[in-house]
Structures are given as C-alpha cells and as structure tokens.
C-alpha cells in the first residue's frame, strides 16, 4: 500500500528525523493543525469571558484520556464491526490492519474521513455547553491539538527508537505490550490514567499468558469464515502475527524489565 509520498512507511525502520517527516506532511496532520489554529483565533476573537472559554478547553483535556479509552477499548476492540458487510471496511481499515502490521504507518494514522467527524460531535457540543461559540472554538482548537500529541505519541510508541523522555518510553512499553503481548488491556495511548481506573493497566506483561488473538484481535481463520468480508477485503486469511523479517525491531521493548 503506497503512503502519502508514493512509498510505505515502516517505523519499525525509520528514525526520528524519518518519523518527523512523514508526520509533518500527512494531511491528516496538517488539518487537524490547521483547525486548531483557526480555533484559538476564533475562540479569542469570540470569548466574552476568557475564563470560561479557558474552561471550555480545560475540559477537553480532561475528557479526552477518557474518550480515548473508551473508543479504543469498546469501539476498536469490540467484535461487532466486522460482522456486518456494511461496518467490515470500516473496521479494517481503524484497527485490524494495525494490529495485523503494528508498524505500517499508513494505516496507524486515522483517516480524516473517520475521525474528523467524532472530533466535531464532541468538542463542539461540549465546548458550546460551556461558553457558545467561544467555548466550541476553543474546544475544538484543544481537541484537534490533542489529535496530534496523540498521533505522534502513537507513532514514537511504534518506532525503533528509545524515548529519551520517561513518560514517552513508559507508555511506549505498555502500547507495545498491548501489541505484542496481550490486547485486553493498555488501552490508553497518551496516559495510563484511565487503564489504572478501570483494572486494565497491565504494569509487566510477563504476569499474564500471551493472548492467542493479540494479532488477530479475535477476527481469526474461523471467523472469517462466517464474517468474510474483512479477509476478502484483505485479500488473504487473517495473521496470527505480523510480518517478520528476523530483525529485532520495537516489539522487544515491550516484555524488557
């Protein structure tokens, strides 16, 4: 499948300077910066009361660990998507294409057709409830902000690269645990707050037994058979693990002390 440059990107070969490239020139990226600027300013030009679009941003960002969570762990990782002919494509496409190849970047990014239309339905009700037009301008502007920490949080958590910053490598260990080791819990990508609330906060992978579907995410041979419109889609039977190539590459972090 061909990037955004003509080319496949694999993080699991790409350095920093390689990852920052592509990640400034995705489009998705560029958007979402572009909507964040237009929103401060729109917010600033709008606010009556600066305290209250303040607060309107504020809590976007205490909502969003959880929104995070919560479409990760329910909506992603639910098996509902790939049993209905109309919803295949899309789950494909959102989540079992990544776990199938964790380190292809092309389908790491979220597509604008999908997320944008989420990020709209929440900030802008949220950040409205709280100070109208003021209050969305500047929900919107902090959740398309937070769409590129995420993004770029996702990326260094799959690239072969160690995160100087503590924070980025401990949350990079328990996204690749995830990954490689067991799906049904670090659901978090930018903190582990919400995994920590809701008892799946998984600190040592080694403490559970590798999950059989942590490639598959359940959609397996037999499955396919009765829901084939995601292995058709694909072109082949789904993957017990992800392409090799013998090289060490991000997936030992994620069982390392």
């Not at 030009?45 to 969570?69: I, K």
């Not at 929900?139 to 260094?156: I, K, P, Q, S």
């Not at 690239?159 to 100087?164: C, D, F, I």
Request: hydrophobic share 45%.
């Amino acid at each position: 499948m061909a990037g955004w440059h003509g080319r496949t990107y694999d993080l699991g070969r790409m350095g920093l300077r390689d990852l920052l490239a592509a990640y400034a020139t995705y489009p998705a990226i560029q958007v979402y910066a572009a909507m964040a600027v237009l929103g401060t300013v729109l917010a600033v030009v709008w606010t009556e009361d600066g305290v209250r679009t303040a607060l309107a941003a504020l809590l976007m960002v205490a909502l969003y660990p959880f929104v995070e969570y919560g479409l990760h762990r329910f909506i992603l990782h639910g098996r509902f998507l790939y049993k209905s002919r109309l919803t295949a494509a899309l789950w494909k496409r959102i989540h079992f294409d990544h776990h199938q190849d964790p380190h292809k970047l092309e389908v790491l990014f979220g597509s604008l057709a999908n997320t944008l239309p989420l990020i709209l339905a929440i900030a802008l009700p949220v950040g409205w409830a709280v100070d109208g037009r003021a209050g969305a301008g500047a929900a919107l502007a902090c959740a398309t902000a937070l769409m590129c920490v995420y993004e770029f949080c996702h990326c260094v958590q799959h690239l072969n690269v160690k995160p100087r910053n503590r924070l980025l490598l401990r949350i990079k260990k328990l996204h690749l645990a995830h990954h490689f080791h067991d799906e049904t819990g670090n659901f978090g990508i930018t903190t582990p707050l919400v995994d920590h609330l809701a008892g799946t906060h998984r600190a040592d992978p080694r403490d559970r037994p590798r999950s059989p579907t942590v490639f598959n995410l359940g959609y397996d041979v037999e499955e396919a058979k009765r829901y084939p419109w995601v292995a058709e889609l694909t072109g082949a039977p789904p993957r017990d693990r992800p392409p090799n190539d013998g090289k060490p590459g991000p997936r030992e972090e994620a069982v390392s002390p």
